[in-house]
């Protein structure tokens, strides 16, 4: 049964960075992909990109274009995700899942706040 | 980026039936769409209930299927539970993207 483990709540200031990390136990990535979706309070949910890990290669949500970078690294079965320029909008919870939206992360909550 | 529509809200008495509908701004939508449907209850993340169009997990309750009708993706909960309770949102891809519905709020009542 295979488990995602994301990284701890994160606050952050306006214009930073931030990386979410997503590892997955009892499996691997295997041949699937590794999506982020996110959701921010009260709202639905937003598809922002996914990686095919064994490829390396990713494609992301217009939205993010340029400000989203979704990486893998098959060794250890994790996956990132790196937001920059972040701005208020950007606090939600941040998910991954594998294996066709199969399995889900707990999440991760990013607030943005001066 | 194309817009996938939902009806924001329904209502379903314990037992009764019901069908969300999942709509694309491009047009039908086809099997090609591979749409999904999720459940998600507060607190908690969304949990993958159909995939490509009507296929099933094993969590699946079998009160729960899913279709394409009137050029659109379907979920229609047949004899709903208090527990069925919760935001359902359906997932269409494009060429370059998924993209999600806004979501239907469905109440058992």
Excluded at chain 1, 14 to 29: D, E, L, M, Q, W
Excluded at chain 2, 79 to 100: H, I, N, R, T
């Amino acid at each position: 049964q295979v488990q995602l483990v994301q990284s701890g709540a994160e606050v952050k200031k306006p214009g930073s960075s931030v990386r979410v990390s997503c590892k997955a136990s009892g499996g691997t990535f295997r041949s699937y992909a590794v999506t982020w979706v996110r959701q921010a309070p009260g709202q639905g949910l937003e598809w922002m990109g996914g990686i095919i890990p064994s490829l390396g290669t990713a494609n992301y949500a217009q939205n993010f274009q340029g400000r989203v970078t979704i990486t893998a690294d098959e060794s250890t079965s994790t996956a990132y995700m790196d937001l920059s320029s972040l701005k208020s909008e950007d606090t939600a919870l941040y998910y991954c899942a594998i294996e066709a939206f199969a399995y889900w992360g707990q999440g991760t909550l990013v607030t943005v706040s001066s | 980026q194309a817009v996938v529509t939902q009806e924001p809200s329904l209502t379903v008495s314990p037992g009764g039936t019901v069908t969300l509908t999942c709509g694309s701004s491009t047009g039908t939508v086809t099997s090609g769409h591979y749409p999904y449907w999720f459940q998600q209850k507060p607190g908690q993340a969304p949990r993958t209930l159909i995939y490509d169009t009507s296929n099933k997990h094993s969590w699946t309750p079998v009160r729960f299927s899913g279709s394409l009708l009137g050029g659109k993706a379907a979920l229609t909960l047949s004899g709903a539970q208090p527990e069925d309770e919760a935001d359902y949102y359906c997932m269409l891809s494009y060429d370059d993207a998924e993209v999600f519905g806004g979501g239907t709020k469905l109440t058992v009542l």
